[in-house]
């Protein structure tokens, strides 16, 4: 029999014990984070939600998927510094998803960047860092000479992913990319993270691809593309290529209903829907992006904003 004085000053002992041992700081490691840097699809600049790029941060290690227009701007009010990105994977080259690809790099630079930066993304990735030095050869060259920063140039590394795999192993994460149509473009790769907390996929832009829910099936999050058809059809009247822009959305994307097929199919705990196509209709509720979803998928539905943060494991 123990008294509860002993009993007490025995919790205490192996508590202190527990919580200087290397095997409590090991697993002290922070949480997993998804935070939705820029959920608008699309090239349009406004004053509402930013362009599509996300972030996911392992073990306090930023990875962010997708450079739309404003990421860098996105990343310093998520407060998270440009300096510490690690690594840049691009979906594909459509300009809502690489336009501030360079100027990310560029912008951690200035601000002291002084470790490398990994980008990944389809063919065209590596010519577009190399072109991006031309671009700027100037001022790079002159900051270089005159302000005594490091050269930028070997601290981009870039490399083209050209087939479906995995892209990247370190000891927190592993990313596969899968490829997946969004017509005309066929060099498209869906993301897959594999951490230490869960599983979260990016779908990229898509049309409706139900082998998409196969590569994420059982996943904790499904970040997934969507399109609104009644406010595309009121978009498409304002627009002067509009039957030409209508046939683009359907055949590239996918409607809310089919995110739902494919949520349901993948069987994953949480669907996230972002890339809002139209992303700046006032007219459109967070119930008019989920409605048609819940006819086919009965899970947790969050409809992303900029800045949310969603901490894994879910
Ligand atoms: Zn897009
Ligand atoms: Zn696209």
Known sequence: MIDRRSALKLALSSAAAFATSPGFAQTAKPRTRIVFLGTKGGPRIGVGASNPANLVVVNDTPFVIDCGMGVSRQLVSAGVPIPSVKY?????????????????????????????????????????????????????????????RPDPRPLLVAKDITEDGVVLQTPDVKVTAFRTPHPPIVDNFAYKFETPDGTVVFSSDTAYNPKLAEFAKGADVLVHECLYLPAVDRLVIKTKNGATLKKHLLESHTTTEDVGRIAAAADVKVLVMSHFVPGDDPLVTDDNWTEDVKKNYSGRIIVAKDLMELKLPV
Not at 103 to 125: D, K, Q
């Open 88 to 148: 840049i994977f691009i979906s594909h080259h459509h300009s809502d998803h690489n336009l501030e690809y360079g100027n990310l790099f560029y912008n951690a630079w200035v601000a002291g960047l002084s470790t490398p930066i990994h980008s990944f993304g389809p063919n065209g990735i590596e010519a577009m860092t190399k072109t991006y030095w031309e671009l700027n050869k100037f001022d790079v060259e002159t900051r270089i000479a005159d302000e005594g």
